[in-house]
Protein backbone atom coordinates (compact mmCIF):
# COMPACT_ATOMS: atom_id res chain seq x y z
CA UNK A 1 0.00 0.00 0.00
CA UNK A 2 0.80 3.58 -0.74
CA UNK A 3 2.10 5.63 1.96
CA UNK A 4 1.25 9.47 2.27
CA UNK A 5 2.70 11.83 5.03
CA UNK A 6 1.21 15.73 5.12
CA UNK A 7 2.84 18.52 6.14
CA UNK A 8 2.58 21.75 7.04
CA UNK A 9 -0.60 22.13 9.38
CA UNK A 10 -0.45 25.07 11.81
CA UNK A 11 -2.36 27.86 13.59
CA UNK A 12 -2.71 30.43 11.38
CA UNK A 13 -4.85 34.34 11.74
CA UNK A 14 -7.80 35.05 9.82
CA UNK A 15 -6.84 35.73 6.86
CA UNK A 16 -3.20 34.09 6.66
CA UNK A 17 -1.84 31.61 4.14
CA UNK A 18 -0.70 27.95 4.87
CA UNK A 19 0.60 25.78 2.07
CA UNK A 20 0.46 21.67 2.96
CA UNK A 21 2.62 19.37 1.12
CA UNK A 22 1.71 15.60 0.47
CA UNK A 23 4.70 13.26 0.05
CA UNK A 24 4.80 9.68 -0.50
CA UNK A 25 7.36 7.00 0.99
CA UNK A 26 8.96 4.86 -1.40
CA UNK A 27 6.86 5.34 -4.91
CA UNK A 28 6.41 7.87 -7.45
CA UNK A 29 3.15 9.81 -7.26
CA UNK A 30 3.21 10.56 -11.28
CA UNK A 31 0.65 7.81 -11.70
CA UNK A 32 -1.46 9.08 -8.89
CA UNK A 33 -4.30 11.20 -8.74
CA UNK A 34 -3.92 13.04 -5.67
CA UNK A 35 -6.70 14.17 -3.32
CA UNK A 36 -7.02 17.02 -0.43
CA UNK A 37 -9.66 16.40 1.92
CA UNK A 38 -10.59 17.97 5.29
CA UNK A 39 -12.03 17.03 9.00
CA UNK A 40 -13.65 19.74 11.09
CA UNK A 41 -14.20 18.63 14.64
CA UNK A 42 -17.61 16.75 15.08
CA UNK A 43 -18.33 16.49 11.48
CA UNK A 44 -17.81 14.52 8.59
CA UNK A 45 -15.05 14.32 6.03
CA UNK A 46 -15.57 16.36 3.40
CA UNK A 47 -13.58 16.86 -0.25
CA UNK A 48 -11.24 20.06 -0.87
CA UNK A 49 -9.60 19.54 -4.15
CA UNK A 50 -7.99 17.70 -6.77
CA UNK A 51 -5.41 16.91 -8.95
CA UNK A 52 -5.12 13.95 -11.66
CA UNK A 53 -2.08 11.99 -12.54
CA UNK A 54 -2.49 12.73 -16.73
CA UNK A 55 -3.11 16.07 -18.11
CA UNK A 56 -2.56 17.93 -14.34
CA UNK A 57 -6.36 18.96 -14.64
CA UNK A 58 -7.67 19.81 -11.04
CA UNK A 59 -10.85 20.59 -9.23
CA UNK A 60 -11.93 22.61 -6.01
CA UNK A 61 -15.37 22.87 -3.58
CA UNK A 62 -16.77 25.73 -4.11
CA UNK A 63 -16.44 26.50 -0.58
CA UNK A 64 -12.31 27.14 -1.02
CA UNK A 65 -12.58 27.57 -5.17
CA UNK A 66 -10.57 31.13 -5.46
CA UNK A 67 -8.78 30.94 -1.99
CA UNK A 68 -6.69 27.35 -2.46
CA UNK A 69 -4.24 25.73 -4.99
CA UNK A 70 -3.42 22.87 -5.55
CA UNK A 71 -0.13 21.70 -7.54
CA UNK A 72 1.92 18.98 -8.39
CA UNK A 73 5.41 19.21 -8.25
CA UNK A 74 6.88 16.22 -10.06
CA UNK A 75 11.04 17.28 -9.35
CA UNK A 76 9.99 17.08 -5.57
CA UNK A 77 7.94 14.07 -5.97
CA UNK A 78 5.25 16.12 -3.86
CA UNK A 79 1.80 17.60 -4.25
CA UNK A 80 0.66 21.08 -2.65
CA UNK A 81 -2.00 22.54 -1.67
CA UNK A 82 -1.75 26.50 -1.24
CA UNK A 83 -4.08 27.79 1.30
CA UNK A 84 -4.86 31.63 1.05
CA UNK A 85 -7.01 34.42 2.67
CA UNK A 86 -8.23 31.52 5.37
CA UNK A 87 -11.16 31.63 7.59
CA UNK A 88 -12.18 29.84 10.58
CA UNK A 89 -14.16 27.62 9.40
CA UNK A 90 -11.29 25.96 7.35
CA UNK A 91 -10.27 24.95 10.53
CA UNK A 92 -9.74 20.96 10.59
CA UNK A 93 -7.29 17.82 9.78
CA UNK A 94 -6.29 17.85 6.36
CA UNK A 95 -5.98 14.58 4.52
CA UNK A 96 -4.08 13.26 1.04
CA UNK A 97 -5.21 11.33 -0.77
CA UNK A 98 -4.15 9.02 -3.73
CA UNK A 99 -5.57 6.82 -6.20
CA UNK A 100 -4.19 5.52 -9.23
CA UNK A 101 -5.95 6.85 -12.51
CA UNK A 102 -4.91 8.48 -15.82
CA UNK A 103 -8.91 10.10 -16.25
CA UNK A 104 -10.19 12.63 -14.17
CA UNK A 105 -10.04 13.23 -10.75
CA UNK A 106 -12.64 13.20 -7.75
CA UNK A 107 -13.64 14.89 -5.22
CA UNK A 108 -14.96 11.98 -3.40
CA UNK A 109 -14.02 9.95 -0.27
CA UNK A 110 -14.84 6.73 -1.14
CA UNK A 111 -12.84 6.96 -4.67
CA UNK A 112 -9.24 7.30 -3.03
CA UNK A 113 -7.83 3.61 -1.12
CA UNK A 114 -4.33 5.61 0.26
CA UNK A 115 -4.76 8.18 2.97
CA UNK A 116 -2.08 10.41 5.18
CA UNK A 117 -2.24 10.22 8.44
CA UNK A 118 -3.70 14.11 8.30
CA UNK A 119 -2.09 17.42 9.31
CA UNK A 120 -4.43 19.96 12.28
CA UNK A 121 -4.98 23.47 10.60
CA UNK A 122 -6.45 25.84 13.06
CA UNK A 123 -7.35 29.67 11.81
CA UNK A 124 -7.95 31.98 14.64
CA UNK A 125 -10.65 34.97 14.58
Known amino acids: QLQLVESGGALVQTGGSLRLSCAPR????????IGWFRQAPGKEREGVSCVSSSDGTTRYADSVKGRFTISRDSAKNTVYLQMNSLKPEDTGVYYC??????????????????WGQGTLVTVSP
Open 26 to 33: GRTLDTYA
Open 97 to 114: AAEVSYGPCLVDVDWYDA
